[in-house]
């Protein structure tokens, strides 16, 4: 019994200071420099080092890295006597030829330990993703286990360093990005998001798709349509506008929410749609050799504006009216970006060569190879039926 208990008192001892110690693993916030958000840019300009020498010698592409970090000094409760920081972030760029190399090369200039678990958006600038593959541009960051597979990826025009600057000091760049984002839902001009952990699949599948695109000048940013990234090269191919988005959401489905603006063909009068409920379908058609697709759109909605005073918003002659205006819009919107996609860009973004791949898996076998140039080719027709369910409270 006495030998049990002296058994007892040693293992009390020998686990005890394992409930005294707390989180082994934890670190001082004063220590930490939490990075929220990242931009790479190709550098094409002058560089310092023997290292970043030595690449450019040897032809290898180099990338500005710029992180943005924010550390107890940028936020008002680490200031001495609270008072306001000259920014609520700080930006640090270093460059070279492979991402994790430069990222610890930037730990020569920061005091803190680098922390990306609250990563919230990487942003690529347009030159970058014209000259390398996007694949190993971003090898790192999809491979590191760090880094959240829910932070958003977007393209930048111009330098992706800018769209993590801006002209007020008390708002965080790489926050305000997200939060841009969260209006997908409320307008069809902006994608939806696009995150780590969806971008590798698009990578892999080797079909081609958008990325937002985002604009900076002189402090402010802006959503302003997306890149068109091609599935073979994985390289940025061009831009499309905020209508053309617009067009790809109604074919897509992704039209939960927004508006459609349209004319009163009489008056010339503006009469505006919301969108309730959207359905769509794009159906392939294989006889012989001749493939062709129709794209089927529901949509149901409300009349939210409308300047047309010689009508009633009450009256079904005008609603019937509305319809075919909303109706005619939308086609336009499609036809629209699919004069773009097919004969400019020549590359499906819109999920055409998925659809026959479904339907039709032998042909798809055999032209899959060349799909782009096919479907650059092959007639499209798009049927729009629009439901008008509501008219709001206001008319005669």
């Known amino acids: 019994m006495k030998r049990k208990h002296r058994y007892s008192q040693y293992l009390l001892v020998m686990t005890v ?19 929220v958000g990242t931009s790479l840019d190709l550098e094409t300009g002058d560089v310092s080092s023997e290292e970043q020498q030595d690449a450019r010698y040897a032809n290898r592409e180099l990338l500005t890295i710029t992180n943005q970090f924010v550390t107890s000094e940028t936020t008002v409760s680490g200031t001495r006597e609270g008072a306001l920081p000259e920014k609520a972030y700080k930006n640090v760029s270093e460059t070279g030829d492979a991402v994790l190399p430069t990222l610890r090369n930037m730990l020569l200039k920061v005091d803190k330990h680098s922390f990306a678990e609250h990563s919230k958006v990487i942003i690529i600038g347009e030159e970058l993703a014209s000259t390398v593959n996007l694949q190993q541009t971003l090898d790192f960051f999809l491979r590191e286990l760090e880094i959240r597979p ?10 992706a360093s800018q769209a993590l600057e801006t002209n007020e000091p008390t708002k965080i760049p790489a926050f305000q990005l997200v939060e841009m984002m969260e209006g997908h839902e409320r307008t069809t001009k902006i994608l939806p998001p696009m995150t780590v952990a969806k971008l590798e699949g698009k990578l892999y599948s080797d079909s081609s798709f958008l990325l937002q695109n985002v604009i900076a000048e002189n402090g402010e940013v802006k959503f302003a349509g997306a890149a068109i ?3 073979k090269t994985k390289k940025l191919r061009g831009f ?20 459609v603006k349209g004319f ?28 062709s697709f129709t794209i089927k759109i529901q949509s149901e909605g409300r009349i939210a504006e409308h300047w047309v005073l010689s009508d009633k918003a009450f009256d079904n002659q005008f609603l019937k009216k509305a319809e075919k205006v909303f109706e005619k819009e939308i086609e336009r919107l499609v036809m629209k970006v699919l004069e ?18 479904i339907n039709y898996p032998r042909v798809w076998q055999k032209i899959k190879k060349e799909w782009d140039q096919t479907f650059s080719e092959v007639p ?8 008008i369910k509501d008219y709001g409270t206001s008319g005669d």
């Open 264 to 291: 009163d063909e009489e008056s010339g009068a503006p009469i505006v749609y919301e969108i309730i409920s959207t359905k769509s379908k794009i159906i392939p058609h294989v006889k012989g050799d001749q493939i």
């Open 17 to 35: 200071p394992f409930f005294l110690t707390g989180c082994w693993s934890s670190k001082e916030i004063e220590d930490l420099g939490l990075i």
């Open 340 to 357: 773009k996609t097919q004969h400019e860009f020549q590359t499906d973004v819109s999920g055409f060569g998925n659809k026959l791949r």
């Open 150 to 159: 829910s932070g958003l990826l977007l393209i930048a025009q111009n330098q």
């Open 380 to 387: 499209i027709t798009c049927e729009v039926n629009v439901s």
């Open 240 to 259: 499309v506008n905020e209508s053309d988005i617009e067009g790809i959401a109604w074919m897509s489905g992704d039209a939960k929410g927004g508006l």
């Open 229 to 231: 990234i091609e599935g």
